[in-house]
């Protein structure tokens, strides 16, 4: 998973499950696939694939995973099998255990980092991108604003 997003490496892009919108859950959430939670959750949460908390998404508890995507908000400890990725939209206050992790500029973190158990800390620093750069624009119309 050298060099790539974690968002690009769904196991099934097709079975994911979503929680989207106004939704708020209060309980245990657990899965054996992937998730993405754009809603709130108010409890534990253990999903054995990828975990993808976007922007509005936010959870209040434990939350456990193979990989995560942070761009919503997490109060509570985290614990990821392999990668983190915390972007710059992301607040989390609490402590996260994991292998590897990516944190971009601007995100919040207040906690502390862990690795697992006799593994080496592989941290990664990268800035994103504006979305609005990611598109092609034609040639000829000037410089981007």
């Known amino acids: 998973m050298e060099n790539t997003r974690i968002s690009e490496s769904f196991r099934d892009p097709d079975g994911k499950s979503s929680i989207r919108g106004v939704t708020r859950i209060t309980g245990t959430i657990s899965g054996p696939g992937d998730l993405e939670l754009d809603g709130e959750l108010i409890g534990d949460m253990s999903v054995a694939g990828l975990l993808m908390v976007g922007e509005k998404g936010s959870v209040q508890g434990k939350v456990t995973a193979g990989n995560m995507v942070l761009a919503g908000s997490v109060r509570g400890k985290v614990t990821v099998r392999e990668r983190i990725e915390v972007r710059s939209s992301a607040r989390m206050e ?52």
Do not use: M, S, W
């Open 94 to 145: 609490g402590n996260i255990v994991c292998q590897k992790i990516a944190i971009a500029e601007g995100a919040f973190l207040d906690g502390e980092v862990h690795t697992h158990k006799g593994k080496p800390l592989a941290p990664d620093y990268f800035t994103e991108k504006r979305r609005d750069l990611q598109a092609a624009k034609p040639a000829g119309d000037g410089p981007a604003k």
